[in-house]
């Protein structure tokens, strides 16, 4: 990977030695960091001031503050990730390869198997960094070996009674979970679910709550916690078996607010699911049109999110995916947030749940004969804003204003 240099290069400057201490911006207090969904996010952004560099170095001082503040749980993995420490994730292993991997010390943590795909989880052998113990697993012949990465929330909420529910589209969210009992909600992660700003934000843009002004009044959520209280939660076995469950539930659409890198066991999962009807919408993130291309928004087949403000203007803070399918609000507006209130909420994240419960309206079971009609209706009513709006702006008075 070509960014992988810079990016290891900036790390190391950030974590390392007092000098690199000093280059690491005060961050609003350690529990910002540590806050499940939350801890990732930034909540610096201003519109119109930030430029590729400030979006860069935001980027490179979470992920240090996030592997600082956990040692032991989470590391950077080769390509300068962050992932659980000291675990890694197989697919398509035989008892022979497996045999061969516990022979030279790795330990099983889970053998398990989702939409068809099959997968192990290995602890890496003591004194083993991540890229030594990939290049033994793979001359012994595995070929699908990558850390377990973690991805993180796309947008902030600044600071009601929790999201409606009721006989609309059922609509999946795979993040935190969702202050209320009204929606049906699952755990992937140790203390899930366990209710989060992120994911009740993203609920109240679905199913509406008090002031915010829902996509999709009254639709029925399904929500899949991969965060819960564990700091190394959000990775992406966690995000597999969240997305097994939403597709066995029979979920036509399923939205995705977190961004992270390729992962090919996440690659092949949203794969088999999409061969099964779902649609996987996802946020485009929000590091800059200069950071790499963001996952699971860049698979293929994935419907890639970005975000404009009030004012239509895409925000400047937003990611890019390897190919953008639409916009939709996701700044300059409220959201319910985990005490109930009504927040002013920025980011891509925000964004994502607005398209995905526009094409719930009219996808109600999932058929992939019928996913290029569903979408086909949402492009005749998205506004042509020009390329960098993807097919078009949807959605747009599903915002609520702050005043």
């Given at each position: 990977?070509?960014?992988?240099?810079?990016?290891?290069?900036?790390?190391?400057?950030?974590?390392?030695?007092?000098?690199g201490?000093?280059?690491?911006?005060?961050?609003?207090?350690?529990?910002?960091?540590?806050?499940?969904?939350?801890r990732?996010?930034?909540?610096t952004?201003?519109?119109?001031?930030?430029?590729?560099?400030?979006?860069?170095?935001?980027?490179l001082?979470?992920?240090?503050?996030?592997?600082?503040?956990n040692?032991?749980?989470?590391?950077?993995?080769?390509?300068?990730y962050?992932?659980?420490?000291?675990?890694?994730?197989?697919?398509?292993v035989?008892?022979?390869l497996?045999a061969a991997?516990?022979?030279?010390?790795?330990?099983?943590?889970?053998?398990?198997?989702?939409?068809?795909?099959?997968?192990?989880?290995?602890?890496?052998?003591?004194?083993l960094?991540?890229k030594?113990?990939?290049?033994?697993?793979?001359?012994?012949?595995?070929?699908?070996?990558?850390?377990?990465?973690?991805?993180?929330?796309?947008?902030?909420?600044?600071?009601?009674?929790?999201?409606a529910?009721g006989?609309?589209?059922?609509?999946?969210?795979?993040?935190?979970?969702?202050?209320?009992?009204?929606?049906?909600?699952?755990?992937?992660?140790?203390?899930?679910?366990?209710?989060?700003?992120h994911?009740?934000?993203?609920?109240?843009?679905?199913?509406?709550?008090?002031?915010?002004?829902?996509?999709?009044?009254?639709?029925?959520?399904?929500?899949?916690d991969v965060?819960g209280?564990?700091?190394?939660?959000?990775?992406?076995?966690?995000?597999?078996?969240?997305?097994?469950?939403?597709?066995?539930?029979?979920?036509?659409?399923?939205?995705?607010?977190?961004?992270?890198?390729?992962?090919?066991?996440?690659?092949?999962?949203?794969?088999?699911?999409?061969?099964?009807?779902?649609?996987?919408?996802a946020?485009?993130?929000?590091d800059?049109?200069?950071?790499?291309?963001?996952?699971?928004?860049s698979?293929p087949?994935?419907?890639?999110?970005?975000?404009?403000?009030?004012?239509?203007?895409?925000?400047?803070?937003?990611?890019?995916?390897?190919?953008?399918?639409?916009?939709?609000?996701?700044?300059?507006?409220?959201?319910?947030?985990?005490?109930?209130?009504?927040?002013?909420?920025?980011?891509?994240?925000?964004?994502?749940?607005?398209?995905?419960?526009?094409?719930?309206?009219?996808?109600t079971?999932?058929?992939?004969a019928?996913?290029?009609?569903?979408?086909?209706?949402?492009?005749?009513?998205?506004?042509?804003l020009?390329?960098?709006?993807?097919?078009?702006?949807?959605?747009?008075?599903?915002r609520?204003?702050?005043k």
């Open positions: 990977m070509k960014t992988t240099g810079i990016l290891m290069a900036g790390l190391c400057a950030l974590i390392s030695g007092a000098a201490a000093q280059l690491l911006p005060s961050l609003p207090g350690t529990g910002d960091v540590l806050r499940p969904v939350d990732m996010i930034d909540r952004v201003e519109t119109g001031t930030r430029t590729v560099r400030d979006l860069a170095d935001a980027r001082s979470r992920i240090a503050a996030l592997v600082r503040a040692p032991g749980r989470i590391a950077l993995d080769p390509d300068g962050p992932a659980r420490s000291g675990e890694l994730v197989m697919g398509d035989d008892d022979a497996l991997a516990t022979a030279k010390g790795f330990a099983v943590i889970e053998r398990s198997e989702t939409l068809g795909v099959g997968y192990t989880r290995l602890a890496v052998p003591k004194g960094t991540f030594s113990a990939i290049r033994l697993l793979k001359a012994l012949g595995a070929k699908d070996v990558s850390a377990d990465q973690l991805y993180a929330g796309s947008g902030a909420v600044d600071t009601a009674p929790p999201p529910s006989n609309g589209p059922r609509i999946g969210i795979i993040d935190g979970g969702v202050v209320g009992s009204t929606a049906t909600q699952r755990g992937f992660a140790s203390g899930a679910p366990r209710a989060s700003r994911g009740t934000a993203i609920a109240s843009l679905i199913a509406g709550s008090g002031r915010v002004r829902g996509a999709a009044p009254g639709a029925r959520l399904f929500v899949a965060y209280s564990d700091p190394a939660g959000g990775n992406a076995t966690a995000i597999v078996k969240a997305l097994g469950w939403l597709v066995g539930e029979r979920i036509p659409v399923v939205t995705i607010s977190l961004v992270g890198p390729p992962n090919p066991l996440l690659g092949r999962v949203i794969a088999a699911a999409q061969m099964r009807g779902t649609i996987v919408v946020a485009v993130g929000n800059g049109a200069a950071s790499p291309p963001s996952y699971p928004a698979y087949g994935v419907v890639a999110v970005t975000a404009t403000d009030g004012r239509k203007r895409i925000l400047i803070e937003a990611g890019r995916a390897t190919h953008l399918d639409y916009a939709a609000p996701g700044a300059d507006m409220l959201a319910t947030d985990e005490r109930g209130n009504a927040s002013v909420v920025r980011g891509t994240s925000f964004a994502a749940p607005l398209v995905a419960a526009t094409i719930a309206r009219s996808y079971t999932p058929d992939p019928r996913r290029a009609a569903a979408l086909a209706g949402v492009d005749a009513a998205a506004e042509r020009g390329p960098r709006y993807g097919r078009g702006l949807v959605c747009g008075p599903c609520t204003p702050p």
